[in-house]
């Protein structure tokens, strides 16, 4: 049936779509060196392109997630990165914006991914592309802008549609049944976290280190060379330390408050904030924005100070096992995951539904609940965060799902969410054939194939 591969295909841009085509700087000249791509204008949307291997980009992304091989995938792709030029040219027509610090802020966390995905140092990563850190970051600012603005246009295009459950029912019931996904053992977990918190004693030993290394820097060592070498702020990699500008209400009040404190190039004494101890130096002041570089020490937490997150967690797991205490109460009012907590506690799948595929839990996860039975709480358990922070969870381990083709009772969160992008990508199709009319577009002859202006 054809409605199946459009709404995977659908899926894929919605979560993947910007990232890749933010990389498309850096994995075009990799495509180039490896001589898989030779770049070329494929596609002019009035004054914005589309190149080869932005296209050949989203397609490897497209099947390294498993799926076949697909002229038809292709052309789709293909579709939506020309219909999101077109958005951007309309946008520029419309005058929608996006602020600079939106796209600033975008930048730094596409060059954060790009240096944590490629595994290289910032020299290595320079060395091996031939361009400085700055070079590639101005680069993916402009693809980041323009997929910022396709955003805010979709948004403006789908923003009043809704999907009813007769709707949902409906466009399941156009499925043939063997057409039907198959889905592999699901599982209901959640988690209570508590971050460890560092002790008295461990913040003034971070305090002790960041003087210090104050010193250096008023003694005349250079700022940035410190931060990368003594700063637990993972974006140190890329900026080091440098934050860039942003204006009111963007960092944590501490942060926010010292740089409003600060003159010009002053360097302030260690204070903390939600994230750790920091230095920081103001940079320069314009109105409501600012730029500051700092040094972040988030501390080592004592044997005491990790005691005392899972004494906390195992009285909470006490009152949920002899049940006077709801375990998604507790995770809502206790936890310190903003991912899970919103949600009583469980992890969500990418849709937002709390039936999780076993090939998506986090291995460590995998590994704790592999000795659980259903229905058990776990002990407190040490483990590190995103961020790197050190912290304690207790897991839930609610519900397993066997395998599974797809039915209404124990997947309409899914089921919902795909009759929910096949209307909007209609309502966009709509759109497209509507608004192309007001813009110049041009596609390379060897793509008519597609028939994508048919």
């Known amino acids: 049936m054809k409605m199946q591969p459009n709404v995977k295909i ?30 070329k204008i ?10 080869k291997s932005e296209l050949e980009s989203a ?14 995938a292709k052309c789709q792709l293909f579709n939506r990165l020309i219909m999101n030029k077109l958005m951007v040219a309309k946008a520029e027509i419309d005058s929608v914006l996006v602020t600079d610090l939106e796209v600033d802020q975008n930048t730094g966390q596409r060059m954060n991914a790009i240096l944590q995905n490629s595994g290289n140092s910032p020299e290595e990563l320079e060395r091996r592309y031939g361009k400085s850190l700055e070079q590639i970051r101005i680069e993916l600012r402009d693809q980041i802008r323009e997929q910022l603005l396709a955003r805010e246009m979709t948004g403006r295009i789908t923003k009043d549609i809704k999907i009813t459950p007769a709707e949902v029912k409906k466009f399941f019931n156009k499925i043939p049944n063997d057409s039907l996904p198959f889905y592999s053992s699901d599982v209901e977990i959640g988690q209570i976290v508590k971050n460890v918190k560092i002790s008295n004693a461990q913040k003034e030993e971070a305090k002790r280190r960041l003087s210090e290394i104050r010193d250096r820097i008023l003694a005349g060592e250079d700022f940035n060379t410190l931060a990368q070498k003594f700063s637990e702020d993972p974006s140190v990699r890329s900026n080091g330390g440098e934050m860039g500008f942003v204006g009111r209400g963007q960092m944590v009040p501490q942060f926010e408050a010292m740089a409003f404190k600060l003159r010009k190039g002053e360097i302030s004494q260690p204070f903390e904030s939600t994230f750790g101890i920091h230095i920081m130096q103001l940079i320069d002041r314009r109105g409501n924005e600012y730029n500051s570089r700092h040094i972040l020490l988030q501390g080592v937490p004592s044997q005491e ?24 109460y507790a995770a809502k009012e206790n936890s310190d ?11 969500t799948d990418q849709d937002g539904g709390i039936h999780v595929s076993l090939r998506e839990i986090d291995p460590v996860v995998y590994l704790a609940i592999d000795t659980m039975k259903v229905g058990n709480v776990s002990k407190p358990l040490t483990y590190r965060t995103e961020d790197g922070k050190e912290a304690v969870r207790v897991l839930y381990f609610k519900a ?43 596609i390379d002859p060897s793509y008519n194939y597609c028939k994508i202006l048919e």
């Open 10 to 39: 659908s899926r894929f841009l919605t979560l993947s779509l910007l990232s890749l085509a933010c990389m498309a700087p850096v994995l075009a000249q990799e495509a180039e060196k490896t001589g898989f791509v030779v770049d």
């Open 42 to 51: 494929i596609a002019k949307v009035d004054n914005y392109i589309v190149i």
């Open 59 to 72: 397609y490897q992304g497209y099947l390294s997630e498993g799926n076949p091989q697909s002229e038809e």
């Open 305 to 328: 100070d990790v005691k005392s997150a899972e004494r906390f967690l195992d009285s909470l797991r006490n009152k949920i096992v002899k049940d006077s205490l709801k375990f998604e």
């Open 337 to 347: 995951d903003p991912a899970t907590k919103g949600h009583g506690g469980y992890f």
């Open 400 to 442: 397993k799902i066997a395998p599974h083709q797809a039915n209404l009772k124990d997947d309409w969160h899914r089921i919902q969410s795909a009759a929910l992008a096949e209307k909007k990508d209609k309502m966009i199709g709509k759109w497209f054939t509507k608004s192309r009319q007001d813009v110049f577009i041009n």
